[in-house]
């Protein structure tokens, strides 16, 4: 099982619509959550953290919730630029076995005219 | 400020040659990282280095080197390239190891290794 799993997709979304979707994470013990946002063969680049509260920035909303260990990203009114695969990404937190920093694999949306 | 700068961008290499992948920042950060991403799965951590000097194992380390000889730069190296490390190599860094809400990594553009 992974450790982080998201729907792949595609999501195909009709410009000025609303998508959401989903990241659950196995590990209990996580401390930070982070959404990326990756165009096609180029790097991440963040989108926003995830606070405990959840958070918006913009047209984009992101939920924690802890309980069932899922993260949630919406974006509102979509645009076509907003066309990309959005990467969850967990951080385990400092322990001696390092590297506990996993991408999901993503999550593809097309937005469409 | 370049961020985060690769060298090459591409590279098709004959199962065991060698190569080294390079990896500067130019944004004074302690943290460095290597990750390769494969179609279908996350990017995976290599690598990585809390400073000059200084590295560590990542979730696949096997088949890989590196060093950290300068803070600036971070070194990737396969020694007898073999097709499973076709792959897009990633190289980040960061202000502290354990990124906070304030905190992010920034990725450099990619190197697309072909290994036939």
């Known amino acids: 099982r992974k450790e982080v799993e998201q729907d792949p997709g595609p999501f195909n979304v009709p410009e000025g619509a609303t998508v959401a979707f989903n990241c659950t994470y196995s590990?209990?013990?996580?401390?930070?959550f982070f959404w990326y946002r990756q165009d096609c063969r180029k790097e991440p680049k963040l989108l926003m953290s995830v606070y405990s509260s959840g958070n918006e920035d913009g047209r984009f909303t992101a939920q924690l919730n802890r309980a069932s260990q899922y993260i949630s990203l919406l974006i509102r009114d979509s645009k076509l630029s907003d066309s990309a695969t959005y990467l969850c990404?967990?951080?385990?937190?400092?322990?001696?076995?390092?590297?506990?920093?996993?991408f999901g694999a993503g999550t593809q949306v097309v937005v469409t005219p | 400020n370049a961020g985060v700068t690769q060298t090459p961008k591409f590279r098709v290499l004959k199962t065991g040659q060698s190569m080294t992948l390079l990896c500067a920042q130019d944004m004074n950060h302690e943290y460095m990282y290597w990750y390769r991403q494969d179609p279908g799965m996350g990017l995976r951590l290599i690598h990585y280095?809390?400073?000059?000097?200084?590295?560590a194992k990542g979730e696949v380390p096997d088949g890989y080197n590196v060093s950290r000889l300068k803070k600036q730069n971070f070194l990737l190296g396969l020694e007898s390239a073999a097709p499973s490390q076709t792959s897009v190599y990633f190289c980040a860094s960061s202000p502290t190891l354990n990124p906070r809400p304030t905190d992010t990594q920034y990725f450099g553009p990619g190197t697309r290794l072909t290994v036939l």
């Open positions: 990404v967990v951080e385990f937190g400092r322990t001696d076995s390092w590297g506990k920093f996993q």
């Open positions: 280095s809390v400073g000059e000097g200084t590295t």
């Open positions: 590990n209990s013990a996580s401390q930070s």
